[in-house]
């Protein structure tokens, strides 16, 4: 059948595959079966028909909408082995899909928004080493994000005179969590000395920090 070829398919060449039906026991019969190269030939998915893993996602019309939903079932078989019923339970997952794929969005409308700045940025840790900087400060310090990553940003931009106003400005920054706003001088990656106006904005999650931005 054609459910079989889409098995074999998915099993074999990890192929994915968009079906419309009326009949919900094609879902199932995805859900509950796996192709066994060996035999050539479909088997349960897992012990006594149980799916080894829930892999399968719906989206079924209710009211005129679509619904995402996750389904869960066993095959009941005779004593010869053969599939008789199914006894399942498909639980709403719509609400999760919306919220996952509004997070996709913010994630993406952010890093668009990061990565196409003209201003150089660096995402520092609640520590202040930093986790990620955008193609401005590649291009204004000289410094990859791979070779940026994982150190302090003091240690990579800050001269001996401007050590102490730095670790101020992070201490209101990232200790009391305060905007800051300074001009004042960095060094880029070749030793030039470059004059900035620089802005470190501090992140928090539930009240607790989770790092910052250094502008």
Not at 126 to 148: H, I, Q, W
Not at 158 to 169: D, N, R
Not at 170 to 198: A, C, F, M, W
């Amino acid at each position: 059948t054609i459910i079989s070829l889409i098995i074999k398919g998915r099993d074999l060449r990890n192929a994915t595959t968009v079906i419309v039906t009326h009949r919900y026991q094609d879902g199932t019969w995805l859900d509950d079966f796996r192709y066994n190269p060996r035999s050539g030939s479909l088997e349960p998915a897992g012990k006594n028909g149980r799916a080894a893993e829930s892999g399968t996602r719906f989206m079924v019309m209710r009211e005129g909408r679509l619904v995402w939903v996750e389904d869960h079932a066993v095959s009941l078989r005779d004593a010869s082995g053969q599939p008789t019923a199914l006894h399942g339970v498909m639980f709403d997952i719509t609400a999760r899909k919306l919220a996952e794929e509004e997070i996709d969005r913010q994630t993406t409308l952010f890093r668009n928004l990061f990565e196409g700045s003209p201003e150089a940025i660096a995402i520092v840790d609640p520590e202040d080493r930093v986790l990620n900087v955008n193609k401005s400060f590649e291009t204004l310090f000289g410094y990859l994000e791979s070779e940026a990553q994982g150190h302090f940003v003091n240690e990579l931009l800050v001269t001996g005179p401007y050590l102490e106003e730095s670790e101020a400005i992070n201490q209101i920054s990232l200790g009391q969590r305060q905007v800051v706003e300074r001009e004042t001088v960095r060094h880029t990656k070749d030793g030039r000395l470059v004059n900035v106006s620089l802005i470190g904005y501090p992140v928090s999650l539930r009240q607790h920090p989770i790092g910052g931005f250094a502008i």
